[in-house]
């Protein structure tokens, strides 16, 4: 099917090393959401895309954080210098018009980030 | 407190019970979304309202913005219903969603 996609599945890191999530959204959806989800919590907001805009990045924990969406498809969320509190899934969700959370939104499956 | 909050966290029902959940939220929104989390993590919206009711199959989800509350229903609950269900709102203003912790709901059979 053509749903949201995301790379890799897994990824287990050592703490200060680089990381870079991948995430495909629906072809032709305007808006792109990342999310963080703890276990047994539910999604947190980090940042969200209009095309090739990033329109809100007030959820993006500190400046290790950066995500990008050069083309206005594929986005990336690069986790600088890991640190074990940075492990969680990290969620990617796509909706077709530019209206931001009032769109249905479509939902990766996520990366589980495991930062040793 | 949490902008959003659901109660209750965890529900247990026998097969064929009606099921209630609630969201409750603190600030003035444009939309509110119910989702479901698999248990095998994968997400689903199952409604985005900003008024009134909706229906689809089994599951009823209804608002009443001026209590800021917010109910999703399940008719004939079926062990396969057995997830997390996850109200999150959207703000007047800003781009976010603000999501509750979740409900887990098992269905035995």
């Known amino acids: 099917g053509a749903g949201v996609s995301q790379s890799p599945r897994y990824k287990v890191t050592k703490r200060g090393q680089d990381v870079a999530l991948r995430c495909d959204p629906i072809?032709?959806?305007?808006?792109l959401y990342w999310y963080r989800q703890a276990l047994g919590q539910g999604p947190e907001f980090l940042t969200y895309?209009?095309?090739?805009?990033?329109?809100?990045k007030s959820g993006l924990p500190n400046d290790r954080f950066s995500a990008e969406r050069p083309e206005g498809s594929i986005s990336t969320l690069t986790i600088q210098r890991t640190e074990q509190r940075d492990s969680a899934m990290y969620r990617c969700?796509?909706?077709?018009?530019?209206?931001?959370?009032?769109?249905?939104?479509?939902f990766g499956p996520g990366t589980r980030l495991t930062v040793l | 407190k949490n902008e959003v909050e659901q109660s209750p966290q965890n529900l247990t029902a026998q097969e064929g019970e009606f099921i209630t959940i609630n969201c409750s939220y603190s600030?003035?929104?444009?939309?509110l979304h119910w989702l479901q989390q698999h248990p095998g993590g994968g997400i689903v919206s199952l409604f985005m309202?900003?008024?009134g009711k909706k229906k689809h199959g089994r599951l009823i989800a209804t608002i009443n913005i001026q209590e800021k509350h917010s109910s999703l229903h399940i008719t004939a609950s079926h062990p396969r219903d057995s997830a997390v269900y996850i109200c999150?709102?959207?703000?007047?203003?800003?781009?976010?969603?603000?999501f509750g912790e979740g409900t887990q709901l098992t269905v035995n059979p």
């Open positions: 309202l900003s008024s």
């Open positions: 072809s032709g959806h305007v808006s």
């Open positions: 895309f209009n095309y090739e805009a990033q329109q809100d």
């Open positions: 969700a796509s909706s077709i018009g530019p209206r931001g959370a009032t769109d249905t939104q479509y």
């Open positions: 999150a709102v959207k703000e007047t203003s800003g781009s976010r969603l603000t």
């Open positions: 600030v003035g929104i444009s939309a």
